[in-house]
């Protein structure tokens, strides 16, 4: 199950809470016992970091291994 981010509309406390995609969230706010929560949209938590993360890294290694010739399988190259 998902953890959401809400934000209690009385006392402005911030508050996760886990429940399903369909479900409504049914607890009050921990600080102030207020049942109108907001929930709050934020951006996705991935972050990419490192080589391999970008069009233009896969290009060089791409690049390398079609103008090489492919060596012959089973050690006969004139088959």
Do not use: W
Not at 61 to 69: G, I, T
């Amino acid at each position: 199950m998902p953890i959401y981010e809400y934000q209690c509309a009385a006392c402005g406390t911030v508050t996760d809470i886990k429940h399903g995609f369909k479900e409504a969230a049914n607890e009050p706010c921990p600080k102030c016992g207020s049942a109108d929560l907001k929930r709050l949209f934020n951006p996705a938590g991935i972050v990419f970091k490192g080589s391999g993360f970008y069009v233009t890294d896969s290009r060089k290694s791409e690049a390398k291994s079609e103008s090489a010739p492919a060596p012959a399988k089973g050690g006969d190259a004139a088959a």
